[in-house]
């Protein structure tokens, strides 16, 4: 009896992180493939944990407040280009230069996430296609700015930045003067690997303000709400507003993300950078073991791991396996995407399966009443 | 009108960035430093360029110059220490002299002339601002550095 149910754990520890193990599996296998060495892989996958974690952990408050993986992320990570390409034109450099970037990025990514907390609180129940949505919606309106607006309504003035034409932004804004400039604040070298620790820094402490805010009047509140939407309205709680306070805050925190993330890569591409941020940080939660209702900052960690292993790993085991390190590119990519379908169908299976179970008990209880 | 304390809050939170933005704008506003030890003629006498030249720009060497060289360093903020240790002819002694220059806030590029520097001319005679010749856009493919987040070209 006892075996069995030691058996049971094993297998539900297994189906209910099913994700992270096939990852570890997949990198298992390709790791000794690809023919990196450890040294490599870990200086790699430290860069890449600096470089992405802070866009990830901007997931988890919309999370918390049941509103599901917020797609919408994308409109602050536009935010923090718009503050990274003025600070450019203005040339201000450096850690002022990312600061100013932030401070610039705050009143847009409220602005956006306010429009998005709108729109979802009226799309309730379908805010990740709604969220999704929206940034192919507030996509066109930043290119209509930085194609058009850009140079001749708002100043831009460096020929490094404006296109020949004379309004509109370069497809590339270098970001050189700001390159790498928080990685390298206080960096230590161990054996031969850079540890941005200044970096790891500023993620730590947005690690420590997401654990505080679980425990504050707001953070209770969103939880409340993300438990039930229902419960919460009766017990005073402004669902609404409280839905909309938390894709302020992931809007607000994936610009600073995203000026995080560009500072490390030394480079905007202006018009394609932010496309595909939101889906690939969502993937590498979920990879990490998060659901579309669940999800923790260990998640977060052992999600850009495993996720961006695979990244590296890919295409070089691809090379030696098929002779074409296209279909390592190719698969990774493919499988970007396919853990997020999967797990959106597995919260979907789970949430129908627990409401049959519900609704059987349900009758069974009704039944028992009737005799 | 009396303010409540959570607006007051609000209030000098907004007050309290706008002022770090502020001080970001100053404290990091980039420059271009070009030196030339090249001869300056002026009303008041004419310079020769110096035989030899060690920059340090806020303590970080730039560039060892011979007469009509120039050297660049970039740096930020809104003055800048130079260095200058200087030969005036093959045989002379070395001398060091260190001085604290004030930028105009909206020039990118800073030309300053070594002779007029050192020979204790005003700001407006060793300092000018240097203009970019505009550049005929190119038409070659701008390498772009991604995350590999995005497949490409077969």
Same mark, same amino acid.
């Given at each position: 009896?006892?075996?069995?149910?030691?058996?049971?754990?094993?297998?539900?520890?297994?189906?209910?992180?099913?994700?992270?193990?096939?990852?570890?599996?997949?990198?298992?296998?390709?790791?000794?493939?690809?023919?990196?060495?450890?040294?490599?892989?870990?200086?790699?996958?430290?860069?890449?944990?600096?470089?992405?974690?802070?866009?990830?952990?901007?997931?988890?408050?919309?999370?918390?407040?049941?509103?599901?993986?917020?797609f919408?992320?994308?409109?602050?990570?536009?935010?923090?280009e718009?503050g990274?390409?003025?600070v450019?034109?203005?040339?201000?450099?450096?850690?002022?230069?990312?600061?100013?970037?932030?401070?610039?990025?705050?009143?847009?990514?409220?602005?956006?996430?306010v429009?998005?907390?709108?729109?979802?609180?009226l799309?309730?129940?379908?805010?990740?296609?709604?969220?999704?949505?929206?940034?192919?919606?507030?996509?066109?309106?930043?290119?209509?700015?930085?194609?058009?607006?850009?140079?001749?309504?708002?100043?831009?003035?460096?020929?490094?930045?404006?296109?020949?034409?004379?309004?509109?932004?370069?497809?590339?804004?270098?970001?050189?003067?700001?390159?790498?400039?928080?990685?390298?604040?206080?960096?230590?070298?161990?054996?031969?690997?850079?540890?941005?620790v200044?970096?790891?820094?500023?993620?730590?402490?947005?690690?420590?303000?997401?654990?505080?805010f679980?425990k504050?009047?707001l953070?209770?509140d969103?939880?409340?709400?993300?438990?039930?939407?229902?419960?919460?309205?009766?017990?005073?709680i402004?669902?609404e507003?409280?839905?909309i306070?938390?894709?302020?805050?992931s809007t607000?925190?994936?610009?600073?993300?995203?000026?995080?993330?560009?500072?490390?890569?030394?480079?905007?591409?202006?018009?394609?950078?932010?496309?595909?941020i939101?889906?690939?940080?969502?993937?590498?939660?979920?990879?990490?073991?998060?659901?579309?209702?669940?999800?923790?900052?260990?998640?977060?960690?052992?999600?850009?791991?495993?996720?961006?292993?695979?990244?590296?790993?890919?295409p070089?085991?691809?090379?030696?396996?098929?002779?074409?390190?296209?279909?390592?590119?190719?698969?990774?990519?493919?499988?970007?995407?396919a853990?997020?379908?999967?797990?959106?169908?597995?919260?979907?299976?789970?949430?129908?399966?627990?409401?049959?179970?519900?609704?059987?008990?349900?009758?069974?209880?009704?039944?028992?009443?009737?005799? | 009108?009396?303010?409540?304390?959570?607006?007051?809050?609000?209030?000098?939170?907004?007050?309290a960035i706008?002022i770090?933005?502020?001080?970001?704008?100053i404290?990091?506003?980039g420059?271009?430093?070009?030196?030339? =030890?090249?001869?300056y003629?002026?009303?008041?006498?004419?310079?020769? !360029? $110096?035989?030899?030249?060690? +920059? #340090?720009?806020?303590?970080?060497?730039?560039?060892?110059?011979?007469?009509?060289?120039?050297?660049?360093?970039?740096?930020?903020?809104?003055?800048?220490?130079?260095?200058?240790?200087?030969?005036?002819?093959?045989?002379?002694?070395?001398?060091?002299?260190?001085?604290?220059i004030?930028?105009p806030?909206?020039?990118?590029g800073?030309i300053? =002339?070594?002779?007029?520097?050192?020979?204790g001319e005003?700001?407006? !005679? $060793?300092?000018?601002?240097? +203009? #970019?010749?505009?550049?005929?856009?190119?038409?070659?493919?701008?390498?772009?550095?991604?995350?590999?987040?995005?497949?490409?070209?077969?």
């Amino acid at each position: 009896m006892k075996e069995k149910s030691f058996a049971s754990k094993i297998w539900n520890l297994f189906r209910n992180n099913s994700v992270p193990f096939m990852f570890i599996i997949i990198c298992a296998v390709c790791i000794p493939i690809s023919g990196f060495s450890l040294n490599y892989l870990l200086a790699e996958i430290i860069t890449r944990i600096a470089r992405n974690s802070f866009l990830i952990l901007s997931l988890l408050i919309p999370i918390m407040a049941g509103m599901g993986l917020n797609f919408g992320m994308t409109l602050g990570a536009m935010a923090g280009e718009i503050g990274l390409i003025l600070v450019s034109d203005w040339q201000i450099w450096g850690i002022p230069g990312m600061v100013l970037a932030m401070i610039i990025s705050i009143p847009i990514s409220v602005l956006l996430g306010v429009i998005c907390g709108k729109i979802m609180n009226l799309a309730r129940g379908r805010e990740m296609i709604t969220g999704y949505i929206m940034n192919y919606f507030i996509n066109g309106i930043y290119q209509l700015i930085v194609l058009y607006a850009m140079g001749a309504i708002i100043p831009i003035v460096h020929s490094s930045i404006i296109l020949p034409r004379g309004y509109g932004i370069r497809n590339t804004v270098s970001l050189l003067s700001m390159r790498q400039s928080l990685d390298n604040l206080l960096a230590i070298r161990f054996g031969g690997i850079k540890i941005p620790v200044m970096t790891f820094a500023v993620v730590a402490l947005l690690c420590l303000f997401i654990v505080w805010f679980r425990k504050t009047k707001l953070g209770q509140d969103m939880r409340a709400v993300g438990q039930d939407m229902e419960v919460a309205r009766a017990a005073g709680i402004d669902v609404e507003r409280t839905r909309i306070i938390s894709i302020v805050m992931s809007t607000v925190l994936a610009g600073f993300g995203m000026i995080i993330y560009l500072q490390n890569m030394g480079n905007l591409s202006t018009y394609t950078a932010h496309s595909q941020i939101g889906m690939f940080c969502i993937a590498a939660l979920l990879v990490g073991g998060a659901s579309v209702d669940r999800a923790s900052i260990g998640n977060v960690f052992l999600g850009v791991t495993l996720f961006h292993l695979m990244f590296i790993v890919a295409p070089s085991a691809g090379t030696v396996l098929m002779g074409d390190s296209m279909i390592g590119e190719y698969f990774r990519v493919f499988v970007s995407y396919a853990v997020i379908t999967f797990a959106l169908i597995m919260y979907e299976t789970k949430k129908r399966r627990t409401s049959s179970l519900a609704g059987r008990e349900l009758a069974l209880a009704q039944k028992e009443a009737d005799k | 009108m009396k303010i409540s304390k959570s607006m007051l809050y609000k209030i000098l939170t907004v007050v309290a960035i706008l002022i770090l933005a502020a001080v970001m704008m100053i404290i990091g506003r980039g420059h271009t430093i070009y030196l030339d =030890n090249k001869a300056y003629d002026a009303q008041s006498g004419s310079y020769p !360029a $110096y035989y030899r030249t060690d +920059i #340090e720009v806020k303590n970080n060497e730039v560039q060892k110059l011979s007469a009509r060289e120039r050297g660049s360093a970039t740096f930020m903020g809104q003055s800048v220490k130079i260095t200058v240790t200087y030969m005036e002819t093959k045989n002379s002694q070395k001398q060091t002299e260190t001085f604290r220059i004030k930028v105009p806030y909206g020039w990118d590029g800073i030309i300053i =002339n070594l002779p007029a520097l050192l020979h204790g001319e005003p700001k407006s !005679a $060793y300092m000018s601002q240097f +203009i #970019e010749t505009p550049v005929e856009p190119s038409n070659a493919e701008e390498v772009v550095v991604t995350d590999e987040f995005v497949v490409g070209d077969i």
